[in-house]
């Protein structure tokens, strides 16, 4: 009987180095911002929002150290938990729903805002005006959606007042529906200039996230961050529709890898191969109109099985990064490897 294994599952998608051939790992330190010029930091009211509902039940207040990289907009993005206190208490959670309302100064080259820096930033859940003094909601920290806005409705929003600028980028802070929409949104950082604000706020009602009738009662009246990333419907950039970094919300299951080796392959003695499929990103983040892009060893089956595979995965609709997925046009390198049968033991 054969085992068979999946060793890898990549996301390498079009106009990026293709699967076979790795990028070079890069030499270049981004820098680090030690002493950030913030233009928008949280209020009281922002972290009394999200204090973790058990630690303010009992009273309790903590610490947490973010690091995040900042954007040409200065907003903060790629956020992970460097350190809570005391732990077990969500306050890494809570500081990471605050990581939203921080703004600062962007970093210049020859003038012009560049992304990249990363900083650390910490955040006190005690004294200096940080009470509870309200209830606590529930926070949603990687929504999935149901539906979300798509490229083109990007575009269409793009704020006239913004001009030639090349991007921009809002977070909003939002209250959740039980039907799974989005009311009582409020502006936490956006730049370089207001009308990004406005133009993600009129895409509010585009969004609706995916609930359970168990989740709906749970995250009722609870706060989500949706981040929008903008960018100039006039330029090569917005123009092209590109998905880096999905969430896959639907991947496949190690038994379905199993049924999917490819017979022809395993009868020839082949261990291993690769199969990408290239696909449509639907409007809810599955794959669709997958084709085999191209198959190593030839003719041996491993494309048709990427393009099964393919066809099972779903992403999330809207990116962590706040951009859409649909209409992109994707490829997917699957990595198949035939593990051998373990040595049969020793009869005593």
Not at 11 to 25: E, L, Y
Not at 250 to 276: C, E, F, H, M, T
Request: charged content about 20%.
């Amino acid at each position: 009987m054969r085992r068979v294994m999946m060793a890898g599952l990549l996301a390498a998608f079009a106009g990026s180095v293709s699967a076979q051939t790795p990028p070079a790992q890069s030499t270049k330190r981004e820098p680090v911002v030690t002493k950030p010029e913030w233009i928008r930091k949280p209020s009281g009211e922002d972290v009394t929002a999200v204090w973790p509902a058990g630690a303010a039940k009992a009273g309790i207040g903590g610490k947490a150290v973010l690091s995040c990289t900042v954007t040409a907009t200065g907003t903060m993005s790629d956020c992970t938990v460097v350190s809570e206190t005391p732990e077990g208490y969500g306050f890494g959670v809570s500081a990471l729903m605050l990581s939203g309302s921080f703004q600062m100064k962007p970093q210049t080259v020859d003038g012009a805002p560049v992304a990249g820096a990363t900083v650390r930033i910490p955040l006190n859940f005690m004294g200096d005006g940080y009470k509870v003094s309200g209830a606590t909601v529930p926070a949603l920290l990687e929504p999935i959606w149901a539906k979300a806005p798509s490229f083109a409705d990007m575009a269409a929003a793009w704020p006239s007042s913004a001009g030639d600028l090349p991007e921009g980028s809002v977070t909003l802070r939002c209250k959740v529906m039980s039907t799974g929409y989005l009311k009582d949104c409020r502006r936490l950082a956006q730049g370089p200039q207001p009308g990004f604000g406005d133009a993600a706020m009129g895409l509010v009602n585009r969004f609706q996230l995916l609930l359970t009738p168990e989740s709906a009662a749970q995250v009722k009246n609870g706060l989500v961050n949706v981040r929008f990333h903008f960018l100039n419907p006039a330029t090569p950039a917005g123009q092209a529709r590109k998905v880096a970094d999905p969430r896959w919300i639907v991947q496949i299951k190690q038994d379905r890898v199993l049924a999917l080796y490819p017979d022809i392959a395993a009868d020839a003695g082949v261990k291993s191969g690769q199969g990408v499929a290239d696909c449509l990103v639907a409007a809810d983040g599955k794959l669709t109109d997958c084709k085999v892009a191209r198959e190593k060893p030839a003719d041996l089956g491993f494309g048709k099985a990427a393009v099964a595979i393919a066809g099972v995965m779903q992403m999330n609709p809207w990116t962590d990064a706040g951009r859409p997925v649909d209409g992109a046009r994707i490829r997917l390198p699957i990595n198949f490897n035939q593990a051998d049968e373990p040595a049969a033991k020793a009869q005593p």
